[in-house]
């Protein structure tokens, strides 16, 4: 259930150079051409394989791998839709959306020639509970009948909520309604995994038996990973992945502002090659006065909402007045210029991205995109003591330091002394959310994991995504809130749990956990040979699933 | 001794370079108050929508001389001078850190040899062996956000810089040791501390300003290199080192962002090595061990 900026860059990739071994420039109906080697430069230093342990969205890395009951069929100019994969259709309901049955499509194997079952679904779901492979995205685990105290199958025990009546048919029982469960069944986690093949939760993520069009050849972390064809899939039953390049290598731990300059120079293997970092601010500016990278530049719609989070368990923010004075003291438009300007993203007031359905456009704290400092100092007089001293915690990256800067010199306008501390980003995840939250402010990025506000808002505002490894960073705990959340995740009419929805960004906002800054914009680069490049509405992250090489 | 710095050029050049930088550096706020800027606050309507500075070289203008940098639109002249004050601070308290530990260290393993001697020399060369530069790093890394950052930095590279000083001042401390006014002083009942401070330190006085000097533009380059990393001084605080490292990726759009910072540190450190070479040669040390 959790979504970062920096896990999705984990999904991808890397680059390299190629050795083409393609079939020569065949065209399919798709115009997608067939052959060499796609290159994907990625910032991340792993990648995680493991589909029970992946936060990948659908159409990015574990995608190209493993196939899901479900997935997401990302074009551009149209809406994302679900659609099936595994599956004959993405599930039909029953017991008012409490049972959810599954057909598999006929002839599926995996990599290694056997033939992919309901029992290999199953599987990968159960192992999704065990304690060794937490980590991965678990709106389901709260959701399936029997997940109470269920520790994974490697005790020797299933979950009763899966029934699998056939080889062909699984069904899902779930303890309320839930409508948007085709979406769920297109996370990693209901991937098939063969009981056979599995041989540890610390093994079977180093090289995972595959489904999809590709399967691993070599994965060196820190270094690169290096996917192959996989011969056992079949283009005729997969309609979303259109498996284009013969090879496919992700450059592992590779600095974003040198693979900008990189795709910038657009030379050699590089032409084959696209960032799945985003580019950073600096190498924006430069791409905008060099006409042929800004062809090949790519810029999302407003996506992710990046936030200031404010650890309301602190003593100098458990004040209602103090984080309120901090929603008027916040200079968004200075974050909106260390993001890297209009190109960066909007100046934000919800916590309900755009393009959510059911969002409504309102704003609490009504002031200039600069803030509103005199406000600001009006809320602390009120409370009778001076402002405090906040500790910022952020990533090391010259773009987190410059956007905390943005946010230090905002609020010391009303008087707040703020100290940024930095750390990379594997420490500040886990401190932000794990147990000890040693900070007052953190900077985060929150990208729904499916297109509807429960995915915006449950994952950082519930109760049960405190300090356990959630991420609800501003250790914020509101009963009012948490019913709201129940409710409208049990609710089916879309209309209405849009508007619980609503409501709930509002109730969440009047207590000021976090402060809106932007909807951020990501920027791509991507070398002149890559086709079928493309971010669309939602995600605000390129389809890799799509993507192809000029012959 | 002869002190006639005055007689070579480069290092009268070097001096005045040196003494300009201490000027700006004390009177950094009658500057940037002349000027009409300060380092922290942001001047957006200087950038353009990318959030690059508008106008000739980075957005230089009669209100800002320097121009700005780039997506905070903050006074780049106002950060070199502030930044000038943290560099020269960091260098002259890390040297001064190095310095006295490398004065009592060299001068007492020279003076009473021994097992005391051994280890201090076997410590000075694992010292020079170290990877120093990734150690403060990673002390950077993990020190609380409550030990002010400064102070770090000047322990953490004053604390890697006394080797080479407390090793020459060893070797001089031997040879002087043996000289025949030191003998007749102990013959006449002085002890240890007296020696130390009436016989041996003022004949080690050249040795301690020379090496002094030419060190202070060392430990500037380390605070800088820190600072490029990420893990010197915290900001807003300005440091040329971290501007430098915001400037590189700027250097395609932005050259200038680069050219202040980097030209300062360029000046400062050539200064300073220049007036040390100067009055190495003045005080010729290199003879008088």
Redesign the interface.
């Known amino acids: 259930m959790r979504r970062r900026l920096a896990v999705i860059a984990v999904a991808a990739l890397s680059l390299s150079a190629c050795n083409a071994n393609s079939s020569d420039g065949k065209e399919d109906k798709g115009g997608t051409e067939k052959g060499g080697t796609l290159s994907i430069l990625t910032s991340a230093s792993s990648v995680t394989l493991d589909p029970a342990k992946s936060q990948n969205l659908a159409i990015t890395t574990l995608g190209l791998l493993v196939r899901r009951l479900t997935t997401w069929d990302i074009q551009p100019g149209k809406t994302a839709k679900v659609v099936p994969d595994l599956a004959t259709d993405t599930g039909t309901p029953s017991d008012g959306g409490r049972t959810w049955t599954y057909r598999l499509k006929d002839n599926l194997k995996f990599s290694d020639g056997t033939a992919i079952t309901s029992a290999d679904i199953k599987y990968g779901v159960e192992r999704s509970f065990a304690p060794e492979l937490s980590g991965g995205l678990s709106y389901h685990k709260n959701l399936l009948v029997g997940n109470d105290g269920y520790k994974g199958p490697y005790g020797g025990q299933g979950l009763s909520g899966i029934e699998t009546p056939d080889e062909k048919t699984v069904v899902f029982k779930l303890k309320v309604p839930y409508g948007d469960w085709p979406w769920l069944v297109s996370m990693p986690a209901f991937a098939p995994v063969p009981k056979a093949g599995d041989a540890g939760p610390q093994k079977y993520g180093q090289n995972p038996i595959s489904s999809g069009p590709y399967q691993v050849e070599s994965y060196q972390q820190g270094n690169s990973l290096k996917l192959k064809r996989n011969p056992n899939w079949d283009q005729a039953g997969d309609p979303v992945r259109t498996a284009g390049p013969d090879q496919i290598v992700f450059q592992l731990g590779q600095d974003s502002a040198v693979v900008a300059q990189r795709l910038i120079a657009d030379s050699g293997e590089d032409r084959n090659a696209f960032g799945a970092s985003f580019v950073p601010p600096a190498q924006l500016a430069q791409i905008q006065q060099n006409a042929g990278a800004k062809q090949r530049l790519v810029t999302s719609e407003p996506g992710a909402l990046a936030y200031l989070a404010l650890n309301v368990t602190r003593p100098g923010l458990q004040d209602l007045k103090v984080r309120q004075a901090i929603q008027y003291a916040v200079d968004k438009k200075a974050f909106q210029v260390a993001s890297g300007g209009t190109v960066g993203g909007d100046i934000a007031t919800t916590l309900i991205t755009q393009g959510i359905a059911g969002r409504q456009q309102f704003d609490l704290y009504p002031a200039d995109p600069s803030g509103d400092v005199a406000k600001a100092k009006q809320l602390i007089a009120e409370t009778g003591r001076p402002a405090p001293t906040l500790t910022l915690l952020v990533e090391n990256g010259a773009t987190d330091v410059s956007q905390a800067q943005a946010i230090q010199q905002g609020l010391v306008r009303a008087g707040f002394t703020v100290n940024i501390k930095t750390a990379d980003e594997e420490a500040v995840t886990a401190e932000t959310t794990g147990a000890n939250a040693d900070y007052d402010l953190t900077l985060a990025s929150w990208q729904p994991d499916f297109p509807s506000a429960n995915g915006n808002i449950q994952p950082l505002f519930e109760s049960t995504e405190v300090g356990n490894g959630g991420y609800n960073k501003s250790r914020y705990v509101n009963g009012e809130v948490d019913a709201l959340i129940k409710q409208a995740t049990g609710e089916t009419d879309p209309a209405r749990a849009q508007g619980l929805w609503a409501q709930a960004d509002k109730r969440i906002l009047q207590d000021a956990p976090v402060v809106p800054l932007i909807y951020t914009k990501n920027s791509f680069l991507h070398g002149s040979n890559v086709q079928n490049f493309f971010v669309a509405g939602f995600p605000a992250y390129p389809n890799y699933l799509k993507v192809s090489l000029k012959r | 001794m002869n002190f006639d710095v005055r007689k070579d050029r480069w290092a009268a050049a070097g001096a005045l370079t040196v003494a300009l930088f201490l000027l700006a550096a004390a009177f950094a706020p009658v500057l940037c108050a002349i000027e009409g800027q300060d380092p922290?606050?942001?001047d957006?309507d200087a950038?353009?929508?990318?959030?690059?500075p508008v106008g000739f070289g980075g957005g230089i203008s009669a209100d800002h001389w320097f121009g700005v940098e780039?997506?905070?639109?903050r006074d780049l002249f106002a950060i070199v001078v502030y930044g000038a004050r943290t560099s020269l601070a960091v260098g002259a308290g890390a040297t001064a850190v190095a310095v006295v530990l490398g004065v009592l260290i060299g001068t007492t393993a020279g003076f009473f040899g021994g097992w005391y001697d051994r280890v201090v020399s076997r410590t000075i060369d694992v010292l020079f062996g170290f990877p120093s530069l990734i150690f403060m790093i990673a002390l950077g890394?993990i020190a609380p956000?409550s030990v002010p950052r400064p102070l770090l930095v000047v322990a953490v590279v004053g604390a890697f810089g006394w080797p080479s000083i407390a090793r020459v001042l060893r070797g001089q401390t031997l040879v002087l040791r043996t000289r025949t006014y030191v003998t007749a002083a102990v013959a006449m009942g002085a002890g240890p501390a007296r020696v130390m401070r009436r016989e041996i330190l003022p004949n080690l006085r050249a040795t301690i300003i020379v090496y002094a000097t030419t060190l202070i533009p060392g430990m500037i380059g380390v605070e800088a290199a820190l600072s490029f990393l990420?893990v010197g001084v915290?900001?807003?605080t300005p440091s040329w080192g971290r501007s430098i490292?915001?400037a590189?990726?700027?250097v395609?759009?932005?050259p200038m962002f680069l050219v202040f910072p980097g030209g300062a540190l360029f000046l400062a450190t050539l200064a300073f090595n220049v007036v040390g070479d100067g009055l190495r040669d003045a005080l010729d040390t290199r003879t008088a061990g």
Do not use: E, F
């Open positions: 922290y606050t942001y957006l950038l353009d929508s990318s959030g690059v780039p997506l905070t639109g890394a956000a990420g915290a900001p807003p490292g915001d590189i990726a700027w395609g759009t932005d």
